[in-house]
């Protein structure tokens, strides 16, 4: 098993912070966000470690690293900086995105996972995201699932909490025949869009498509996607709004309520 975590992001809500470090550096409980991640893969036994870089690519040096560059970072999103590392993607792969910090437990929830594509969902989101943000149906996203747990849509604009089942983390994982699928649909979709239109996300340019917009085709290609629920045991750094609200439960110990990190 393998991971890849895409860490091509300039962090421009999290300025200043980010104004001379790439995002995946910004430190939380004395590591770099980066290092964190690292550092559980390595304890799950995963050492096939690469790191899809782009902003201040520069900055991020750890050993035993196999490293990408999305060099077009700027105009680019995750599904671009993915398959900058497409030669990576065969066998049993992890996705991570490289702005969020996950307990061991949750990074084993899905390397257990049995099924050909998976993603880690949070279904006691609605606490954590009041906490983020004043409406949290300005930022999640839907989420619905049929009676066993796969995914029927991903990623759209919610009208009312109903549409929210759960919450993706940003936690992926493709093996077997899922990934030569991934690979001919992305270049299938990819080859589409030389028309003038996105068929993952007509809205955005190709390059700026979500990953949502992705795991979203897979599913109207006919593809099984299982969500596998945790609660809690996990943290996503994204704002400067999120930075000062963990520093702050960090000092009076209250972040045990969100993530259990030693």
């Not at 470090?21 to 690469?50: A, N, W």
């Not at 398959?83 to 061991?104: Q, R, T």
């Not at 066993?148 to 993706?168: A, F, H």
Request: with cysteine.
């Amino acid at each position: 098993m393998k991971a890849i975590i895409l860490a091509a992001g300039e962090g421009k809500r999290l300025r200043p912070l980010t104004e001379n470090i790439p995002k995946c550096m910004v430190k939380l409980f004395d590591k770099s966000i980066l290092e964190t991640q690292i550092d559980i893969f390595h304890k799950c036994g995963i050492t096939d470690i690469s790191v899809v870089t782009g902003y201040k690519n520069e900055l991020i040096k750890f050993p035993n690293i196999t490293y990408f560059k999305n060099e077009n970072y700027s105009n680019t999103n995750m599904v671009e900086t993915l398959f900058c590392a497409k030669e990576k993607l065969d066998g049993e792969v992890i996705i991570s995105y490289g702005d969020i910090i996950f307990e061991s437990k949750v990074l084993q929830e899905i390397m257990n996972s049995k099924e050909d594509y998976s993603i880690i969902v949070d279904d006691s989101w609605e606490k954590y995201w009041r906490l983020r943000f004043d409406d949290p149906l300005n930022d999640a996203e839907t989420l619905i699932l049929d009676n066993e747990n796969y995914i029927t849509e991903i990623g759209q604009k919610p009208t009312n909490l109903e549409e929210i089942q759960s919450q993706y983390i940003g936690l992926i994982k493709f093996q077997n025949d899922a990934i030569d699928f991934v690979l001919n649909c992305y270049e299938r979709m990819k080859k589409k869009s030389l028309s003038g239109k996105n068929p993952l996300n007509p809205k955005i340019p190709f390059e700026k498509s979500y990953m949502t917009d992705f795991l979203q085709c897979l599913i109207k290609e006919n593809r099984k996607i299982k969500a596998i629920p945790i609660n809690n045991g996990w943290l996503e750094m994204d704002s400067m709004r999120d930075y000062n609200i963990y520093k702050k439960k960090i000092e009076d110990n209250s972040i045990k309520e969100f993530i259990n990190y030693a």
